[in-house]
C-alpha cells in the first residue's frame, strides 16, 4: 500500500490511496514517455507506444492525459518541475552565493540523473511538439530561482544586471552540460572538474564569487 494513506484511527483513506495511484501512474506513464523520445525519437512517441511500454491499454493514456497532445504537454511541464525541485532543495543554503553554486551543482545532477528529462526540455521534443504559451511560461518560471538568487549576490547597484547574467550563467551551465551527455568532451576529461572551474571562473568574472 502507499505510503501516507492510513488514518490515524487505523483505517485507510481510500482517496489518497487514489491519489498517489493517479500520481504514481502518472509519473510512470511520463517517463516511459521520455525514454522513448530519447532512445527511439519523436516519430516514435505515440499513445499506443507509450500504451505498450508500460503495459498499459491506450485507454489509460487518454484518460490520464486525453491524448497525445495532452501527454506531451504534461512531459514537457513534469521535466522543468524536476529541475525545480531540484533549485528548491537548495533554498536551505542560507548564503546567497552558496545557494547559487549549489543550484549550479544540481543543474548538472539532475542532467546526469534524468537525461530523458532533460532532452525532453532542450532537446528532441521540439521537434515533434510546440509547447502552447502558458506551458512555456511555466516551464521557463524555473530558473526565476536562479534570477534571484543572482540578484541576491549582487550589490544594490547592480541589482538590474541579474536578469543577464543568469541568463548567462544558464547558458554556461546548459552548454557544458549538452557537451558532456553527448559525450563531445573527450574520454579524457574531467568532467566534474571542467564544469565547477567554468562555474568558478563565470561567477569570478561577473563579480558574484
Not at 481510500?14 to 519523436?42: K, N
Not at 516514435?44 to 495532452?70: D, H, P, Q, W
Not at 573527450?186 to 571562473?201: A, Q
Amino acid at each position: 500500500m502507499p505510503s501516507g494513506t492510513a488514518r490515524r484511527d487505523g483505517g485507510v483513506d481510500l482517496q489518497q490511496v487514489r491519489a498517489t495511484y493517479r500520481d504514481e501512474t502518472r509519473s510512470a506513464i511520463l517517463a516511459a514517455a521520455a525514454r522513448i523520445l530519447s532512445e527511439e525519437g519523436p516519430e516514435a512517441l505515440t499513445v499506443r507506444r507509450v500504451a505498450e511500454v508500460v503495459n498499459a491499454s491506450t485507454k489509460m493514456i487518454y484518460t490520464c492525459f486525453s491524448g497525445k497532445a495532452g501527454l506531451l504537454d504534461a512531459l514537457y511541464i513534469h521535466s522543468f518541475d524536476g529541475l525545480g525541485r531540484e533549485f528548491g532543495n537548495c533554498r536551505v543554503e542560507p548564503v546567497p552565493i552558496d545557494r547559487l553554486k549549489a543550484m549550479c551543482r544540481a543543474y548538472r545532477a539532475y542532467a546526469q540523473a534524468e537525461p530523458a528529462f532533460y532532452n525532453v526540455m532542450f532537446g528532441d521534443l521540439g521537434r515533434a511538439y510546440e509547447a502552447p504559451l502558458d506551458s512555456r511560461r511555466q516551464a521557463w518560471s524555473t530558473f526565476q530561482a536562479i534570477r534571484e538568487t543572482v540578484a541576491a549576490c549582487l550589490p544594490e547597484e547592480r541589482r538590474d544586471e541579474s536578469r543577464q547574467i543568469s541568463q548567462m550563467l544558464w547558458a554556461t551551465m546548459h552548454g557544458v552540460v549538452s557537451l558532456e551527455l553527448r559525450n563531445l568532451l573527450g574520454e579524457t576529461t574531467n568532467c566534474s572538474d571542467l564544469y565547477d572551474r567554468t562555474i568558478e571562473l563565470f561567477l569570478s568574472a561577473n563579480g558574484l564569487s
